[in-house]
């Protein structure tokens, strides 16, 4: 999908100019320049938090009397799953999260007062002296991302996109605060919000957690949202007792990856990545936000993990942040040379705090100790980062507020789903409804109405709030997870029968009295990031969908459609067989919200009109490569407007799949999209774009078979885990090849035998992965001949390859020694596979 057109950069850098504290020029960028770090002047932000000499003088005193080894226990941040209050005790670890889906426990249905306590816990381990160490409260950080939505019976604010559809930056100042008083009555001190991302690809998964594709958007937004979490910074309450700590993320450009690829690269001009992916951090950091998390993605080839530049250079040195860069989940892994347990380039790279969520991250602290006793961390950078951790702490009230059970909100359950944050929650849901059809003004609806509710998404709280619900990818949940909260059928319920109507729930749309109206509440099922990566725009669901609108609009039923969506997607069909159709994205716990708008008051004047305007540019096609404007950035009819839209063309722009015999992956060389790429036993990753590439561990060269070069040979040596395969940075959909009972073929000779397990894999993003065993395979193919090998694609479906959005067609991995050759790898229709599964 091209860059979002609208997007002007000479009239968005002029707008970034204006911004308070930023004062500098921006200097046009050419890529050498990038890649030599030297091109555009990023701005000196002026934050509002002052620097306070007592606090400095409080922190260099602290820093005095600290170790080496409580030193690095502050820098990891290890997830609740894997931690123990004696953990924190032995390592002094600086703090703890809690990922999506993790509770007190694990425990989903954990208590007010389990989660208080746990922080209890914590707190006292990470004060108690007893082993002569400092005393250094730990911090608790959540994804507090649309509310405190981790915990049972918190308030759910719509997702992000809808808050970008309303326009209201002080209504971002409220829904901060509200999320505030929530998450620091749990006993927890930090949130992982806001998100700043400015999605230039709507296929990207987490779209929902971007305000807009426009940065200005994202700009209004960003600060009036740290300063409701933390407090004004020139106020008596910053950071106070109804406070948490902010941070803004992911830094920087997640939004802007390639085909919307999570964790991908984002190849972009330094210009453009000042101009449309800072503006957000420069309004959050004017405000004072005190974190900043580092993004999975890269910028032209290096991992933000692991990018100097952007980090401390720009950051820190030229923006002026003072506070501390926490990694995401693991993220430090991704960097190159580096792995879960091993990651000193992160820290040099100026991150501050590992995200160490999964794996053994007392081997992580075992090995930054020795690489800070070695050297190859500075104690400089390592007093840095610990300084910086420190401060915020200190400004944070963290020595001062003492055990969290102790603290004003702490385990008040008056205080989560409040009655007056459902309310601002609920006036979101109001205000960020998008309008896109009313023929003959069929909206607003009167109330004394007989009125059908039908869709899957009409009396389902979980859909209506979408990913990063209780769960991580917002799956698993039913109504009675979300105590206090009302389902949009429930809203609906409320309100025809305040004024003698009726409302009737049917899925399927079947009745037994024939309705006045129809309202169908259908859309996308909850996902989060990585499995929410789509191909295309196309609405997965259309069909069942599209077959309710048709069976009612036959029966010359008024139709009204509410469409749940994390992103815009095509849904031209769906449009014109409807009488009236509505955004609703993700609007949360509120449900109520909708049919505040969608209804007249009793006496039939208009009770809210709809007022949103859309964030994102709406798709006239699903083509990825060009999806068209159907429906251009802001705009959102009102009850005013006369709609006189025709219908809408019905060409989704995907034609049909033409399914070649096969489709070759390498022949020769590798064909495009695909690169062969290499990854050595110490995580380094390497294109071979020569006939010789040699790594640690793993050695890869062209060598003849039947012209020059026209096969790979590849040699592990067993010193540890190296691959290598073909990966793109677009997705190939090879789903028409599944369906014809396809298998992964290609041509080997083993010279080697594998000495360990050989496991043959697709990928499709991070978490999208799925391997089958071939070792047996190869150690019975006769040695030194060519032999040709299938795998069916059942085979790798079945182990969670998605077809439709591959990036690796084909790798293999192995921490044994071997020594093959591969030629012709190809994916291929009607072969009898060798290896069968299911």
Same mark, same amino acid.
């Given at each position: 999908?091209?860059?979002?057109?609208?997007?002007?950069?000479?009239?968005?850098?002029?707008?970034?100019?204006?911004?308070?504290?930023?004062?500098?020029?921006?200097?046009?960028?050419?890529?050498?320049?990038?890649?030599?770090?030297?091109?555009?002047?990023?701005?000196?932000?002026?934050?509002?938090?002052?620097?306070?000499?007592?606090?400095?003088?409080?922190?260099?005193? @602290?820093?005095?009397?600290?170790?080496?080894?409580?030193?690095?226990?502050?820098?990891?941040?290890?997830?609740?799953?894997?931690?123990?209050?004696?953990?924190?005790?032995?390592?002094?670890?600086?703090?703890?999260?809690?990922?999506?889906?993790?509770?007190?426990?694990?425990?989903?249905?954990?208590?007010?007062?389990?989660?208080?306590?746990?922080?209890?816990?914590?707190?006292?381990?990470?004060?108690?002296?007893?082993?002569?160490?400092?005393?250094?409260?730990?911090?608790?950080?959540?994804?507090?991302?649309?509310?405190?939505?981790?915990?049972?019976?918190?308030?759910?604010?719509?997702?992000?996109?809808?808050?970008?559809?309303?326009?209201?930056?002080?209504?971002?100042?409220?829904?901060?605060?509200?999320?505030?008083?929530?998450?620091?009555?749990?006993?927890?001190?930090?949130?992982?919000?806001?998100?700043?991302?400015?999605?230039?690809?709507?296929?990207?998964?987490?779209?929902?957690?971007?305000?807009?594709?426009?940065? *200005?958007?994202?700009?209004?937004?960003?600060?009036?949202?740290?300063?409701?979490?933390?407090?004004?910074?020139?106020?008596?309450?910053?950071?106070?007792?109804?406070?948490?700590i902010a941070t803004a993320k992911h830094f920087i450009a997640d939004g802007g990856t390639r085909d919307g690829i999570d964790r991908g690269d984002v190849l972009i001009s330094e210009e453009?990545?000042?101009?449309?992916?800072?503006?957000?951090?420069?309004?959050?950091?004017?405000?004072?936000?005190?974190?900043?998390?580092?993004?999975?993605?890269?910028?032209?080839?290096?991992?933000?993990?692991?990018?100097?530049?952007?980090?401390?250079?720009?950051?820190?040195?030229?923006?002026?942040?003072?506070?501390? &860069?926490?990694?995401?989940?693991?993220?430090?892994?991704?960097?190159?040379?580096? !792995?879960?347990?091993?990651?000193?380039?992160?820290?040099?790279?100026?991150?501050?705090?590992?995200?160490?969520?999964?794996?053994?991250?007392?081997?992580?602290?075992?090995?930054?100790?020795?690489?800070?006793?070695?050297?190859?961390?500075?104690?400089?950078?390592?007093?840095?980062?610990?300084?910086?951790? @420190?401060?915020?702490?200190?400004?944070?009230?963290?020595?001062d507020k003492r055990a969290p059970s102790t603290r004003p909100l702490a385990g008040d359950s008056a205080i989560v789903g409040a009655p007056e944050h459902r309310a601002i929650a609920r006036?979101?849901?109001?205000?960020?409804?998008?309008?896109?059809?009313?023929?003959?003004?069929?909206?607003?609806?009167?109330?004394?109405?007989? #009125?059908?509710?039908?869709?899957?998404?009409?009396?389902?709280?979980?859909?209506?709030?979408?990913?990063?619900?209780?769960?991580?990818?917002?799956?698993?949940?039913?109504?009675?997870?979300?105590?206090?909260?009302?389902?949009?059928?429930?809203?609906?319920?409320?309100?025809?029968?305040?004024?003698?109507?009726?409302?009737?729930?049917?899925?399927?749309?079947?009745?037994?009295?024939?309705?006045? &109206?129809?309202?169908?509440?259908?859309?996308?099922?909850?996902?989060?990031?990585?499995?929410?990566?789509?191909?295309?725009?196309?609405?997965?669901?259309?069909?069942?969908?599209?077959?309710?609108?048709?069976?009612?609009?036959?029966?010359?039923?008024?139709?009204?459609?509410?469409?749940?969506?994390?992103?815009? @997607?095509?849904?031209?069909?769906?449009?014109?067989?409807?009488?009236?159709?509505?955004?609703?994205?993700?609007?949360?716990?509120?449900?109520?919200?909708?049919?505040?708008?969608?209804?007249?008051?009793?006496?039939?004047?208009?009770?809210?009109?709809?007022?949103?305007?859309?964030?994102?540019?709406?798709?006239?096609?699903?083509?990825?490569?060009?999806?068209?404007?159907?429906?251009?950035?802001?705009?959102?009819?009102?009850?005013?407007?006369?709609?006189?839209?025709?219908?809408?063309?019905?060409? !989704?722009?995907?034609?049909?799949?033409?399914?070649?015999?096969?489709?070759?992956?390498?022949?020769?060389?590798?064909?495009?999209?695909? !690169?062969?790429?290499?990854?050595?036993?110490?995580?380094?990753?390497? *294109? &071979?774009?020569?006939?010789?590439?040699?790594?640690?561990?793993?050695?890869?060269?062209?060598?003849?078979?039947?012209?020059?070069?026209?096969?790979?040979?590849?040699?592990?040596?067993?010193?540890?885990?190296?691959?290598?395969?073909?990966?793109?940075?677009?997705?190939?959909?090879?789903?028409?090849?599944?369906?014809?009972?396809?298998?992964?073929?290609?041509? #080997?000779?083993?010279?080697?035998?594998?000495?360990?397990?050989?496991?043959?894999?697709?990928?499709?993003?991070?978490?999208?992965?799925?391997?089958?065993?071939?070792?047996?395979? @190869?150690?019975?193919?006769?040695?030194?001949?060519?032999?040709? #090998?299938?795998?069916?694609?059942?085979?790798?479906?079945?182990?969670?390859?998605?077809?439709?959005?591959?990036?690796?067609?084909?790798?293999?991995?192995?921490?044994?020694?071997?020594?093959?050759?591969?030629?012709?790898?190809?994916?291929?229709?009607?072969?009898?596979?060798?290896?069968?599964?299911?």
């Open positions: 999908m091209a860059m979002k057109r609208h997007l002007l950069l000479g009239t968005i850098t002029g707008a970034i100019l204006g911004l308070a504290g930023c004062g500098e020029k921006t200097a046009n960028a050419t890529v050498s320049e990038i890649q030599t770090e030297t091109s555009a002047q990023w701005p000196r932000i002026a934050s509002r938090v002052a620097r306070d000499e007592q606090l400095e003088k409080k922190v260099e005193a @602290l820093l005095a009397r600290m170790s080496d080894a409580e030193k690095v226990g502050q820098i990891i941040q290890a997830e609740l799953k894997q931690v123990t209050p004696q953990d924190v005790r032995d390592y002094h670890l600086g703090s703890v999260l809690n990922g999506g889906g993790s509770f007190p426990d694990n425990d989903k249905y954990a208590r007010l007062d389990d989660w208080v306590a746990l922080a209890d816990e914590f707190y006292r381990a990470s004060t108690d002296t007893a082993d002569g160490g400092v005393a250094i409260p730990v911090i608790w950080g959540t994804d507090a991302v649309h509310g405190h939505n981790n915990v049972i019976g918190a308030t759910l604010f719509p997702h992000n996109i809808a808050l970008g559809a309303a326009r209201n930056p002080q209504l971002m100042r409220e829904i901060g605060a509200a999320t505030a008083r929530e998450v620091a009555a749990t006993g927890i001190d930090w949130a992982f919000a806001p998100t700043l991302a400015v999605v230039q690809d709507d296929r990207w998964g987490r779209t929902y957690e971007s305000f807009s594709e426009d940065p *200005s958007i994202v700009a209004s937004y960003g600060g009036p949202l740290v300063e409701g979490l933390q407090g004004d910074p020139e106020g008596e309450g910053f950071l106070g007792s109804a406070q948490v453009e990545l000042l101009a449309i992916h800072a503006p957000g951090y420069f309004t959050a950091l004017e405000r004072g936000a005190q974190t900043v998390m580092a993004s999975f993605s890269s910028w032209q080839g290096r991992k933000l993990h692991g990018h100097k530049y952007l980090l401390t250079d720009v950051l820190k040195e030229r923006m002026g942040f003072d506070g501390f &860069v926490i990694g995401d989940w693991n993220g430090h892994a991704f960097v190159d040379g580096c !792995s879960v347990v091993s990651c000193p380039q992160a820290i040099n790279a100026g991150l501050d705090m590992f995200m160490a969520a999964e794996g053994d991250w007392k081997q992580l602290y075992a090995n930054t100790l020795r690489q800070v006793q070695d050297g190859r961390i500075p104690g400089a950078r390592l007093d840095d980062a610990v300084r910086r951790i @420190l401060r915020v702490k200190i400004r944070a009230g963290m020595f006036r979101a849901v109001r205000e960020s409804l998008v309008l896109l059809k009313n023929r003959d003004h069929l909206l607003p609806l009167a109330r004394n109405q007989r #009125v059908l509710v039908a869709g899957d998404g009409a009396d389902n709280i979980g859909k209506q709030a979408g990913g990063w619900t209780i769960s991580w990818q917002g799956t698993g949940n039913r109504n009675s997870d979300f105590p206090g909260a009302t389902s949009i059928y429930r809203g609906i319920v409320d309100a025809v029968e305040s004024a003698g109507g009726e409302a009737i729930l049917s899925e399927d749309g079947s009745f037994a009295t024939k309705p006045d &109206v129809a309202l169908v509440v259908f859309g996308e099922n909850p996902y989060a990031e990585m499995q929410g990566d789509i191909p295309n725009l196309s609405y997965k669901y259309s069909e069942r969908d599209l077959a309710l609108l048709k069976k009612l609009r036959a029966q010359n039923i008024p139709v009204a459609s509410l469409f749940i969506t994390g992103r815009p @997607l095509w849904v031209n069909r769906e449009i014109n067989a409807s009488d009236a159709f509505a955004v609703i994205w993700q609007p949360g716990s509120e449900g109520a919200g909708v049919a505040d708008v969608i209804f007249r008051k009793a006496d039939g004047s208009v009770n809210y009109d709809f007022t949103g305007r859309l964030p994102f540019t709406w798709p006239q096609t699903a083509a990825p490569e060009d999806s068209g404007v159907q429906y251009a950035f802001d705009f959102g009819l009102d009850y005013d407007t006369e709609d006189l839209a025709g219908l809408l063309p019905e060409d !989704s722009g995907l034609g049909e799949r033409q399914l070649a015999s096969e489709l070759k992956v390498f022949e020769g060389r590798p064909m495009e999209p695909w !690169s062969l790429q290499v990854t050595d036993i110490g995580n380094k990753r390497r *294109s &071979v774009d020569s006939s010789v590439t040699e790594l640690e561990g793993i050695r890869v060269q062209a060598v003849d078979r039947n012209v020059q070069e026209d096969s790979r040979r590849l040699t592990w040596d067993g010193s540890g885990v190296a691959s290598v395969g073909f990966f793109a940075n677009r997705r190939t959909d090879l789903s028409a090849y599944l369906e014809a009972g396809g298998a992964l073929v290609f041509d #080997v000779k083993v010279d080697r035998a594998p000495s360990a397990d050989v496991r043959l894999g697709m990928n499709c993003g991070t978490g999208c992965t799925a391997e089958q065993p071939i070792s047996d395979l @190869l150690r019975d193919s006769e040695s030194a001949q060519w032999r040709t #090998v299938s795998v069916a694609l059942q085979c790798l479906v079945d182990g969670g390859a998605q077809l439709d959005m591959l990036l690796s067609p084909f790798y293999l991995v192995t921490d044994g020694a071997m020594d093959i050759s591969l030629n012709s790898i190809r994916v291929a229709s009607g072969v009898e596979a060798d290896i069968h599964c299911g």
